[in-house]
């Protein structure tokens, strides 16, 4: 079965700094990875993906993640926060494209002033 | 707009009382899947259909839940006899899904949930 776990519940960074949300993987057969984004009382978005293409996907609002075999690990990083970066964030893993999503249990991003 | 709408946004009920939620996904997607969310955690599976055939039940998914969607577009979710527990943000996603055996990316489309609190 696949799983993930995402270390952190809650994140909190200077506007301008690096921004670094933890996401590990369990699955028996290569995976398909996620990000999605949870604003307040909005739905989730997709932020990127990873399908077994480039190991490093970029995605939407400057966020990009890296795909690592070896540590079984999908971290999401943003080289400048910004205020309007502040909201959940869920890692998700899938077996396929045709399976379903398997979330963790989300990091809330904080962004200080 | 033509993104995933869910209806009631909000809903409130006693203990005991029946509810129902609807979905209606991106027209021309044939993939539905119902998760729950609970404050502080990531949405969690419930159920899926891939037009209107019921593919996958979660076993959180008690007798008291019951979904369908009859006609492959909209989808109704059920839940009988209501308990605190649960009180959660039901969220419904659509995906375009080529077939049974995949060929798509895997990414869904959310709405933005329908929040239930019961009394």
């Known amino acids: 079965a696949q799983s993930v776990t995402q270390l952190g519940s809650h994140v909190s960074v200077s506007e301008g700094a690096l921004v670094l949300l933890r996401c590990n993987y369990s699955s028996s057969v290569p995976p398909y990875l996620f990000w999605y984004v949870q604003y307040p009382n909005q739905g989730l978005q997709l932020l990127l993906k990873y399908t077994s293409a480039a190991t490093l996907v970029k995605g939407i609002n400057g966020f990009e993640a890296e795909f690592k075999k070896s540590e079984t690990s999908f971290h999401l990083t943003k080289p400048s926060a910004h205020m309007s970066d502040a909201a959940e964030y869920f890692c998700a893993v899938s077996r396929s494209g045709a399976q379903k999503l398997v979330f963790g249990q989300g990091t809330r991003l904080t962004i200080n002033p | 707009d033509t993104g995933v709408s869910q209806d009631p946004r909000h809903k409130i009920t006693k203990r005991g009382q029946n509810v129902t939620f609807r979905c209606d996904p991106i027209?021309?997607?044939?993939?539905l899947y119902w998760y729950r969310q609970t404050l502080g955690q990531g949405p969690e599976f419930l159920t899926y259909f891939q037009n209107e055939a019921q593919l996958e039940k979660s076993r959180l998914l008690s007798d008291r839940f019951s979904a369908e969607r009859p006609k492959g577009s909209f989808s109704t979710l059920e839940i009988q006899r209501t308990e605190q527990g649960d009180s959660a943000m039901y969220l419904c996603?659509?995906?375009?899904?080529?077939?049974?055996?995949?060929?798509?990316?895997?990414?869904?489309?959310f709405g933005e949930g329908s929040r239930l609190t019961v009394l």
């Open positions: 996603a659509s995906s375009p899904g080529t077939g049974l055996t995949g060929g798509n990316t895997g990414e869904l489309f």
């Open positions: 027209s021309e997607h044939n993939r």
